[in-house]
């Protein structure tokens, strides 16, 4: 089915996933998503072929809702998002979309969800949470990046917390984070009832230190954690390894500048 045809503004592009099957509104010079938001997609669909309920907390212009739906053909998905112009952004692409059906955008902040949805709801939730608390680093002045990055809005014992209580009995809780807040991670996790199943780090060179981590987590269960091998991203001087252009390919064509800040984490 076409998009249906959503007004671009003057401060903003216009881009192409799955060779133009999905169109992507997003700020010129705000928030964009990056190539963490590809990879955890790609992780959720790589080991979690079916999907009934899913929820994605952090939503940003409404990116992983967006791939989630065109790869899981069967699946309800809710993003939700705390700033106003970002909600009101992914809500426009969902509508240009035609996936307003499928895709639901909340306004609102993920520490009140209780007070919308019942425990237990949802078959998977998704976060690409921000990586920084809020006493490292410089905060960007720009709030839609700030919030992105530094956790302004909720802490990520928030976030595990609110996850814990959506997920069904052995449903998954799918995550992108630092690989040195592991060690935070997984505490929050067995605090609230989430075993850590599978593992994959990122590394920017075979060479280097890991950067990220993709984690899949299962409300309840043994603990028995499974580490995949490696992902790299390049190969020699800025060439992309085999691997990732083949996860490039599996979303079609993606902007230059859309590529890897999340490699610059350290």
Known sequence: ????????????TLDLLFNGSLKIIQKKNGYRFSIDAILLSHFAWS????AGTVIELGTGSGVIPLILAHRFREATIIGVEVQETLAELAQRNVTMNRLD???CIVKGDLRRLRESYSAASFDLVLSNPP??????????????RAIARHELTGSLED???IASYL???KGRFIVIYPAFRLIDLIHQLRNNGLEAKLMRVVYSKADSEGKLVLLSCSRGGRAALKVLKPLVIYQGRGEYTEELKEIYQWVGSLPPEVSDP???VN
């Open 1 to 12: 089915m076409a998009e249906k045809k959503v007004p671009v503004r003057q401060d903003e």
């Open 47 to 50: 080991h979690h072929r079916r």
């Open 101 to 103: 059906d499928r895709v």
């Open 131 to 144: 990586f920084y608390t809020v006493h490292a680093g410089k905060i960007n002045p720009g709030s839609e």
């Open 159 to 161: 976030m595990v917390q």
């Open 167 to 169: 997920l069904k009995p």
């Open 262 to 264: 999340l490699l610059l």
